[in-house]
């Protein structure tokens, strides 16, 4: 690894696979505990459309998925209790209807001559110094609200009920929680890609879950499992030439293993 990264490209996907699996694993600490993995993934999915869409209109690709993702945050964090379909219900259906809208965008324009697989599972290799300063922007945005809000959103994802009683506002707090989800799906699109990312969302803070104590040492550890994913994905592709975002789900799975049989 030492040696690789003497090549600018290399630099540059460590950087960007760092920052993505800090802030895909700061915020899989919430997803976990508020059991939103579903969500997770139906944003996750909701932002191809936006990429599709982006690309017919011949803008950045982050800021269609940006788009994309974060409407379809608010209005799922909206209208979880103003309407008479359940949450997963409401994932569902913008899921279908944006997923068959990014499909037939892609028949048009640009899209059809750029490789869609890319932004579905990802490339870290193929950023560049702008992604990697657009990733860092935003993962320090993303982590210095939850800085700044970590107990309230903490104590509204244990029970939204009692903070509501200790007049915390729960529902803007929900819809700035589902609205982070979605800023950090739309900066690993060029890493992880948009089907992975969802397990990033997920499995970290699943295997913090199985070995922390508190609250702090669940968030810690979710984070080194992140990290320690990332690093160790992206040196074993490298090593035996396999795609970077899938081989660092892979070894966050490989982690999660080892995490439940120590826990047993």
Do not use: K
């Amino acid at each position: 690894m030492i040696e690789l990264l003497s090549h600018p490209f290399v630099i540059r996907a460590t950087l960007a696979a760092v920052g993505v699996a800090l802030v895909c694993s700061a915020m899989s600490f919430f997803v976990v505990l508020r059991r939103m993995a579903f969500v997770g993934s139906g944003v996750a999915h909701i932002a191809f459309g936006g990429v599709a869409l982006a690309l017919l209109l011949d803008l950045p690709v982050v800021v269609g998925a940006t788009f994309a993702s974060v409407a379809a945050a608010v209005v799922i964090a909206g209208t979880r209790r103003s309407v008479t379909l359940a949450e997963d219900t409401m994932i569902g259906i913008l899921f279908a209807v944006v997923m068959a809208f990014g499909v037939v965008c892609a028949h048009y324009g640009r899209a059809t001559s750029v490789d869609l697989m890319v932004y579905l599972f990802g490339n870290v290799l193929t950023v560049t110094w702008t992604d990697v300063l657009l990733i860092g922007v935003l993962a320090a945005g993303v982590l210095a609200v939850l800085w700044a809000l970590f107990w309230p959103l903490v104590y509204v994802s244990f029970d939204e009920e009692s903070a509501g009683l200790a007049r915390l506002p729960t529902r803007a707090l929900t819809v700035l929680l589902f609205v982070l989800i979605a800023f950090t799906i739309a900066l690993s699109i060029r890493t992880v890609g948009l089907l992975l990312v969802s397990a990033l969302l997920v499995i970290p803070g699943a295997t913090a879950q199985r070995l922390a104590g508190n609250v702090q040492g669940f968030l810690a550890a979710s984070i080194a499992v992140g990290l320690a994913s990332a690093i160790g994905g992206l040196a074993l592709s490298f090593a035996a030439d396999l795609p970077s975002g899938a081989t660092i789900v892979l070894v966050a799975g490989a982690i999660f293993a080892a995490a439940s049989l120590v826990r047993r």
